[in-house]
Nanobody, 116 residues
């Protein structure tokens, strides 16, 4: 059964840090599958935050460059998103995503709120 389970969201003050985790089921976790993080702010479309490409490289959305880092642990099938210097505009629901076999799989999302 395909599963993507995110964790690590919460409320943080501007300038703070968070690390998100996404545990991915074995049947879709592969270094050859694009996988990463997207977010959706209230009233906005879902956008790319950071992702591993099928070739193993990384790509970042403009707002994430220099502040966020994506990584993964192939032993635990987990993808991480380390976020530093968070800003109020980073607020939103963060979703884990894997693309494979012509389909896109999504987690349930984890809320990140950056506010005083």
């Amino acid at each position: 059964q395909v599963q993507l389970v995110e964790s690590g969201g919460g409320l943080v003050q501007p300038g703070g840090s968070l690390r998100l985790s996404c545990r991915i089921s074995q049947d879709i976790f592969s270094r050859h599958n694009p996988m990463g993080w997207y977010r959706q702010a209230p009233g906005k479309e879902r956008e790319l935050v950071a992702s591993f490409t099928s070739g193993g490289g990384t790509t970042y959305g403009d707002s994430a460059k220099g502040r966020f880092t994506i990584s993964r642990d192939t032993l635990t099938n987990t993808v991480y998103l380390q976020m530093i210097n968070l800003k109020p505009e980073d607020t939103g629901v963060y979703y884990c995503n894997v693309q494979t076999r012509g389909s896109a799989y999504w987690g349930q999302g984890t809320q990140v709120t950056v506010s005083w």
